[in-house]
C-alpha cells in the first residue's frame, strides 16, 4: 500500500491511549435486518460510551499528547460529536477546551457540550463558518486548535476500530464508512488496506453533502456552496486536502445516498436492530438498501457512528410519511 500520513505503529500505540469505554465496541451480525437488505450484516456499535459516537477516540490521543508536553487550552469547530468528545476528554486531564459550532446545531449535542464542562460558542452560519471562527480564536487567544481529519491524531483514534475488525471479523467482504471530514474513512480505511486489503471500503456521504465524495472521483479538491441533509454529522462543503489524498489511498469506492434511504435505515436499526441513531449513523444501511444487487449474498459491516439525535426531529423522520423503503 501506497504511504498515507497515517502509521500502523502510532495506531496500536494510540490503542493503549484511549480510555477503554471507547474501545472494543460491540461487533455483531444483525440477522433481523438481512431478510431486507439482501446480504449478511454485521454492525459495529460505536455509540455505547460516554459522548455516544466514535469521536472519544481520537479525541483522548489528542487531549493526552497535550496533557502531556501541549498547550492547557484548547479549541475546535464542531456540528457537535467533535465537541463532546473534546469536552469529555479535555475534562479528564485538566484541559480548557472551547467549542465553537453552528448555532443551527443539533440542540442536544450543544447542550451535552456545555454539561460536559466546554465554553460553547455559537456561530450564525454552518459548520464551515464553525471552523473558521475557530481558527480565529486559535490566533487571536494563542490556544491550540485541533481541527478534525486534518489532525493525525483524529484519524489514528478511529483508525483503532479497524485494529477491532480485523481482529474479531476476518470473513467480513465490505466495510460501510459515513464520510464526513474523513478521520473515520481514512483511519479504518487505512488498517483495513494494511492488515486485510482484500477487504473492500466503501464511502458514504448524503446526496445533499457531496463534497467529498465528488473531491474522490475526481482526484481534486470540490467543494461546494450550500449542503442540504439532515444528516449533520458529514454535512462539510470543503474538503482538506491532505483528507482527500488519503482517502484516495484506502477508499475502494463512494457512493452517494437520498435522505429518504438515510431515513429509512434509521428506522430499520431502530425496528430490527433496537438501535436509535442519528442520521450520520445509518449512512451504511443506506447505502444497502439503494444497491441491494452489488452486496447481495455479501457479509458487510456498517460502522454505527453516533446516536446523538434531537428527539423532537427523530420522532419526525421516523414516523413521517418519507420514512419507508426508497
Not at 500500500?1 to 500505540?13: G, K, N, Y
Not at 441533509?229 to 489511498?249: E, F, H, N, S
Not at 428506522?267 to 439503494?290: K, N, Q, T
Request: net charge negative; proline share 4%; aromatic share 2%.
Amino acid at each position: 500500500m501506497q504511504e498515507t500520513r497515517l502509521d500502523t505503529a502510532r495506531i496500536r500505540a494510540a490503542r493503549r491511549t484511549i480510555d477503554p469505554v471507547f474501545l472494543d465496541t460491540p461487533l455483531y451480525r444483525c440477522e433481523a435486518l438481512e431478510p431486507d437488505l439482501g446480504c449478511r450484516v454485521s454492525i459495529k456499535l460505536e455509540t455505547a460510551n460516554p459522548v455516544r459516537s466514535f469521536k472519544g477516540r481520537g479525541t483522548e490521543v489528542v487531549a493526552s499528547l497535550l496533557a502531556d508536553s501541549g498547550p492547557r487550552a484548547v479549541v475546535c469547530a464542531s456540528a457537535g460529536n467533535l465537541g463532546q468528545a473534546l469536552a469529555w476528554s479535555g475534562r479528564r486531564r485538566g484541559l480548557d477546551v472551547t467549542v465553537v459550532a453552528s448555532r443551527f446545531a443539533t440542540r442536544a449535542k450543544l447542550d451535552r457540550i456545555r454539561a460536559l464542562g466546554a465554553v460553547l460558542e455559537l456561530v450564525d452560519g454552518d459548520h464551515e463558518t464553525a471552523r473558521d471562527r475557530a481558527a480565529t480564536v486559535a490566533r487571536s487567544e494563542g490556544i491550540r486548535l485541533v481541527e478534525d481529519s486534518l489532525d493525525i491524531e483524529t484519524c489514528e483514534g478511529a483508525a483503532t476500530i479497524g485494529l477491532e475488525l480485523v481482529e474479531a471479523a476476518p470473513s467480513v467482504d465490505a466495510v460501510l464508512i459515513a464520510l464526513g471530514g474523513g478521520a473515520l474513512a481514512t483511519g479504518v480505511g487505512h488498517v483495513l488496506k494494511a492488515l486485510a486489503p482484500e477487504v473492500e471500503v466503501i464511502c458514504v456521504q448524503p446526496r445533499g453533502a457531496p463534497a467529498l465524495t465528488h473531491s474522490w472521483h475526481r482526484r481534486r479538491v470540490v467543494t461546494t456552496d450550500t449542503t442540504d441533509t439532515i444528516a449533520d454529522g458529514v454535512a462539510g462543503r470543503r474538503p482538506i486536502p491532505a483528507v482527500l489524498d488519503d482517502l484516495l489511498l484506502v477508499a475502494d469506492d463512494a457512493v452517494l445516498v437520498r435522505e429518504a434511504s438515510i431515513i429509512a435505515g434509521m428506522r430499520m436499526l431502530l425496528l430490527h436492530a433496537g438501535l436509535v441513531v442519528e442520521p450520520s449513523a445509518a449512512l451504511g444501511i443506506a447505502a444497502l438498501l439503494e444497491d441491494r444487487q452489488r452486496f447481495a449474498g455479501r457479509h458487510v459491516v456498517t460502522i454505527v457512528c453516533g446516536s446523538n439525535v434531537d428527539a423532537d426531529a427523530y420522532h419526525r423522520w421516523i414516523g413521517g410519511r418519507d420514512s419507508g423503503s426508497p
